[in-house]
């Protein structure tokens, strides 16, 4: 079964618009992180926000917000006044447990495009 | 400045050959990772290790094996390589212990091309 789901492959935004890409996870751990990518065509990988399973409030880090409903096992990432550098591929990633043997999980990502 | 270096960037090899990507962090991470990312697959763990000498399999460990001899360098290893390993290899590097907010740093990619 996938531990991380996303399900829009690709999705369209207007810049200065804000948009919402999705992201569910599968787990039974307690505690556990959830982490958003940005990779540009470049190829780097750019780590852009965290959110701890035991945090009560949404991560924010300028821009960008993680919307966290831990019931519904949902992490989605919110892109506020989108810009035309925001486009790339963004992946979410959960890390399960903690201790040394904490493995970390990629969703197939969502190749977000910013129109003018 | 935090590093995570991959030994190459693009490789081409033939099919049956034995083949080697390393990977070096110099930040003192306990947990070393290796992916490969498809198109519409995103990133498939392959390995990870969370020691010197410790390793455990991904999602996707046949075909690869890998080394941690010591703890800055990992090496992923393709006994054989064959057609279906062509693919982009992402190293990682991260934290451990009882912490699990810390995030990974990945290394640029090897972009492997097995003919």
């Known amino acids: 079964a996938q531990k991380i789901t996303q399900t829009q492959p690709g999705m369209f935004v207007q810049e200065k618009e804000a948009v919402t890409l999705d992201c569910t996870y599968d787990?039974?751990?307690?505690?556990?992180?959830l982490f958003w990518y940005k990779q540009p065509s470049s190829g780097e990988m750019i780590f852009l926000i965290y959110q701890g399973s035991y945090d009560e409030q949404n991560a924010t880090e300028g821009r960008y917000s993680l919307n966290f409903q831990k019931a519904r096992k949902s992490a989605n990432l919110v892109i506020s006044a989108s810009q035309l550098g925001d486009s790339a591929m963004y992946f979410c990633?959960?890390?399960?447990?903690?201790?040394?043997?904490?493995?970390?999980?990629f969703g197939t990502g969502t190749r977000l495009q910013v129109t003018l | 400045d935090v590093k995570v270096t991959q030994s190459s960037r693009y490789l081409v090899k033939r099919t049956g050959e034995k083949v080697f990507l390393e990977c070096v962090q110099d930040?003192?991470?306990?947990?070393m990772f290796w992916y490969r990312q498809d198109p519409g697959l995103g990133l498939r763990l392959i390995y990870f290790?969370?020691?010197?000498?410790?390793?455990e399999k991904g999602d996707i460990p046949e075909g690869y094996s890998v080394s941690r001899e010591k703890k800055e360098r990992f090496s992923l290893i393709l006994e054989s390589a064959s057609t279906n390993q062509t693919s982009m290899y992402l190293c990682?590097?991260?934290?451990?212990?009882?912490?699990?907010?810390?995030?990974?740093?990945f290394g640029q990619g090897t972009r492997l091309t097995v003919v």
């Open positions: 290790s969370y020691d010197v000498k410790m390793k």
């Open positions: 787990t039974s751990d307690q505690s556990y992180g």
């Open positions: 990633a959960m890390r399960e447990g903690s201790g040394t043997a904490s493995k970390l999980t």
């Open positions: 930040m003192d991470h306990e947990n």
């Open positions: 990682a590097s991260s934290l451990a212990g009882e912490i699990v907010n810390t995030e990974a740093f």
